[in-house]
């Protein structure tokens, strides 16, 4: 799902929406994405029960480029945890492109 909003810590309109974690998954949760420096991942409260996570860029990103983006988690309870990445939308002066994975 595209973010409506965005997460704490973050340059108005650098956060997506785009991970669903389990909420004992919290620890260890980190964010890459080809061809960008330092990607932040940052809690972005619970919705039903699920906490959900943003992602910020520092850079902009082009509306026409394509990034390949990669989760990964070290946590005690990674053997019962989902982590699903849904549809994502990254936001710039441009508008908002949104993909589905």
């Known amino acids: 799902?595209?973010?409506a909003g965005r997460a704490?810590?973050?340059?108005a309109g650098s956060a997506v929406r785009i991970a669903e974690v389990g909420s004992d998954c919290a620890a260890g949760l980190s964010a890459?994405?080809?061809g960008v420096a330092n990607p932040q991942a940052v809690s972005d409260g619970f919705v039903n029960g699920t906490r959900i996570y943003a992602l910020g860029?520092?850079?902009l990103g082009s509306p026409s480029a394509s990034y390949g983006l990669c989760w990964s988690a070290a946590s005690p309870y990674i053997e019962t945890d989902v982590v699903?990445?849904?549809g994502f939308a990254l936001h710039g002066?441009?508008?908002?492109v949104e993909t589905n994975c």
Not at 8 to 11: H, I, K, P
Not at 93 to 96: A, C, E, L, T
């Open 32 to 34: 890459s994405i080809a």
């Open 84 to 86: 699903r990445v849904g």
């Open 57 to 59: 860029l520092p850079v």
């Open 1 to 3: 799902e595209p973010a």
């Open 8 to 11: 704490s810590g973050l340059a």
């Open 93 to 96: 002066p441009s508008q908002g």
